[in-house]
Each structure stands twice: as structure tokens, then as C-alpha cells.
């Protein structure tokens, strides 16, 4: 497997003896799937949500380019969970040339994009005075210029989608609620919501829908790396479903907004928090 941040596509090893993907073993065979015939791109896809969002994705039937930037080793274990339904793909989003280099062996590859799921992303934890020049930067350029860069670099593709392309923009609930110690993250989620918007507005002619998905607390690696036991606690008994969510719950609504249930969906907010926020 390369290690080269170059976007060379790394093809998956079959999981399975048959080489069906694991995600859709549970299907009887010859069941046709709803996203049969469909190239999905997962940014951020070798861990948490993103892993669980190209698992689901792959189990509805579509190709799934799964992309990550440092941690190969998630990487080739969420690939090979996803099974010869999923291409690996390591680059930063937050490098426009990159990106655009990527997509563009993407579309060459596998012959277009109709479903781009923006969900690389990552928390900066630090109150505003005690912020480094390096953490605003950081978090914006990922969380939101990874977002662009992707999205723009898509976009041609996605207009020439059959059935029309989706976006689908990992949101968070900190962009509608602040947080304190998280002020860019929070500021680059906020963001997310107007380019969703925007989108929805600007392609919605070109037969592009564009949504959010925003999700409360997920558990994951970020969460486990940002919360002392004291505010985990605090959060738990701010959501009146009384638990965290699983990458699961949020994959299972990006689902819906890549689907043809969703096709008169579009500039959307769609909360998975267990109602941490209404
Ligand atoms: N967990 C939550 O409670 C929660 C709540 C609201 C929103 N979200 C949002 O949901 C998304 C996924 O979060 P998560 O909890 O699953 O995070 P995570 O477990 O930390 O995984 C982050 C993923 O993003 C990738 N990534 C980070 N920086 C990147 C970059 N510059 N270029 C390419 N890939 C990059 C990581 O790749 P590597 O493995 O290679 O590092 C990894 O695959 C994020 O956008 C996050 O803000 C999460």
C-alpha cells in the first residue's frame, strides 16, 4: 500500500471468500440495492463516522472511494471492512492541489463522482486566548477549506450524475451552540451550514442536492480525545435520549440524504444528537 501523499489509489483486498463486501453479506443475493451503480467519495473515512458512513454506504451498493491522510493502518482495517466495494485514497483535504489531483484520478478511475460525503475533519480544543495562530489555521483549513476544496473539485462530476449528485456536508452541533474552548472548530462547523446553503442554491438548476448532516456527541476517537470525564458527564445529561450516538446513527442519515427517498431534499440541516439540540 503507497504511502505517498500523492492520491495514488490503492485498491482493497477482498474481505470475504466469495469477494462480496462485507457490508452487504447480510442481503440475499440478487436483492437490488439502492445505490447500485454509484461512486461515493468518504473524506475522512478510516475512522469513527466516516468509517461507519462508507461501511453503510458500500451495503447499499455503491463503490465507495474512502479517503484518509495519516493513520494507515485504520485506514486498511476500515477498508477492509468495507470490503472490494472500497478504494483507498490517502491526501490532505486541506491541500487544494492535492485534491484536485485526486479527484481528478477519481473521475478518470471510476468514471465520475455522484455522491461526496464531507466528513474529514478534526477538533482544535483551546480557549480563545491561549489560541495559536497555527490552531484558527489549522482547524479552518480542514474543517471548512477541506470542505470547498472537495466540493469544488467534485462538482462537475456531481452536475453530470445520473438521477443528479448529492452532497453531504459533516456538520456539528458546536456550530449552532458554540463551545467553549473550541472556538474555531466551532467557527469552521458554523461556516459549513452557509456553504451547505449556498451550495443548495447555486446547483440546485444543475440537478445537485446539497444537505448537512450535524451530528451531537458521537463516540469516537475525537471525543474521546477532547472530553475530561467531568464534562462527558455534563454532556449526558444535556441529551434527553440519555446516550451518546454511534458512528452508525449519523451514517444512517447519510444514507437517507444519498438516497432516492431524499431526492426533494435539499439546503438542509438534518441533527443526530438524541436531542441535544432541537
Ligand atoms: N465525534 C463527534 O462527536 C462529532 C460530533 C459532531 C461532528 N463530528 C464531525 O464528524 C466528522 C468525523 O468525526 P470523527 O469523530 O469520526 O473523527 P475522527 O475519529 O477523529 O476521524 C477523523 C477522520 O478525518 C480524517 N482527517 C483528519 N484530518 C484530515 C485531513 N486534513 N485530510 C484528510 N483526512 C483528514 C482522519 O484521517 P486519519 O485517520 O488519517 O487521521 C479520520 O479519518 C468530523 O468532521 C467531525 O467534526 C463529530
Redesign the pocket.
Known amino acids: 500500500m503507497s504511502d505517498k501523499l500523492d492520491g495514488n489509489p490503492e485498491r482493497v483486498p477482498k474481505p470475504s471468500r466469495d469477494g462480496t463486501p462485507r457490508a452487504a453479506l447480510a442481503r440475499p443475493a440478487g436483492c437490488p440495492r439502492e445505490l447500485q451503480g454509484k461512486v461515493a467519495v468518504v ?10 458512513i462508507a461501511v453503510a454506504l458500500a451495503g447499499h451498493g455503491a463503490r465507495v472511494v474512502m ?6 493502518q ?2 486498511a482495517e ?1 477498508a477492509a471492512a468495507v470490503g472490494s466495494a472500497g478504494l483507498l485514497m ?6 487544494p492541489e492535492a485534491v484536485n489531483r485526486a479527484f481528478k484520478q477519481i473521475v478518470a478511475g471510476e468514471g465520475g463522482v455522484h455522491i461526496l460525503v ?6 482544535v480544543n483551546a480557549l480563545t486566548l491561549g489560541a495559536k495562530d497555527a490552531d484558527w489555521q489549522r482547524a479552518l ?3 471548512l477549506g ?1 470542505t470547498f476544496n472537495c466540493t469544488r473539485a467534485a462538482l462537475r462530476s456531481l452536475m453530470h450524475a445520473p438521477g443528479g449528485g448529492r452532497i453531504i456536508n ?5 456550530g449552532e451552540t458554540g463551545s467553549a474552548g473550541q472556538g474555531p ?1 466551532a467557527a469552521a ?1 458554523a461556516g459549513l451550514l452557509g456553504l451547505t446553503k449556498t451550495w443548495a442554491r447555486e446547483y440546485a438548476s444543475r440537478g445537485v442536492t446539497v444537505n448537512a448532516v ?10 474521546a ?1 477532547g472530553l475530561t470525564p467531568e464534562r462527558r458527564a455534563e454532556v449526558l445529561r444535556a441529551i434527553p435520549l440519555g446516550c ?2 454511534t ?1 452508525e446513527d ?1 451514517a444512517a442519515a447519510v444514507v437517507y440524504l444519498a438516497g432516492p427517498g431524499a431526492a426533494y431534499v435539499t439546503g438542509q440541516v438534518l441533527r443526530v444528537n438524541g436531542g441535544l439540540l432541537m
Open positions: 473524506t475522512g473515512a478510516s475512522r469513527g463516522i466516516g468509517r461507519a479517503t484518509y491522510l495519516h493513520n494507515q485504520a485506514a476500515a490517502r491526501f490532505d483535504v486541506a491541500d464531507n466528513n474529514a475533519g478534526l477538533a483549513a480542514v474543517n477541506g459533516i456538520a456539528s452541533v458546536v472548530y462547523k450535524s451530528p451531537g456527541f458521537i463516540e469516537t476517537d475525537m471525543t480525545a451518546v450516538g458512528p449519523v
